[in-house]
Each structure stands twice: as C-alpha cells, then as structure tokens.
C-alpha cells in the first residue's frame, strides 16, 4: 500500500510536465501499446525525461496508456 501511494505522489509531481499532452494514439508513434521516451519528448518538448520516469509507476521504461492517462487526464 505504501508503495502505490508514494507513486500516485510521484505522478502527481510528473502532471504538469504533461499537461498539453496530445491523446496516446498520437503519441504512440510506433502503435506498440505504449509510449516511449522518444515519443513523448517529441509530441511534447517541455516534458522532462524525470518526469516520464516519475509517471512510469511500474518501472517498464515506457508508459502504458494507463499510465499515460493518469499524468495527463486523458
């Protein structure tokens, strides 16, 4: 419990980094399913790559669209 609760505080920070995000279809360059990040620093310039490891809470290094959601409400 405690470790999903220090995530969802880490994505939380990684938010506003995301916040002019494009959908996950549009990001997701390659259509694998999940986002890279390649693929989101280049749908999104001002994201940083702290930011996309915060939001990628299970540690795969690429978002899933869930995870993708989460940071940017889509």
């Known amino acids: ?3 999903i609760l220090v995530a ?3 994505v939380g920070f990684a938010a506003p980094a995301f916040a002019q995000a494009a959908d996950f ?3 997701d360059t ?3 399913g999940a986002v890279s990040w390649e693929e989101v620093s ?4 001002d994201a940083s790559e702290d930011s996309f ?11 899933s669209a869930e995870e993708y959601a989460t940071v940017t409400g889509q």
């Open 1 to 3: 419990m405690k470790r």
């Open 8 to 10: 969802l505080a880490l």
């Open 25 to 27: 279809a549009s990001v």
């Open 30 to 32: 390659d259509q694998n």
């Open 42 to 45: 280049a749908a999104m310039p």
């Open 53 to 63: 490891k915060s939001a990628d809470v299970d540690g795969s290094g690429d978002l």
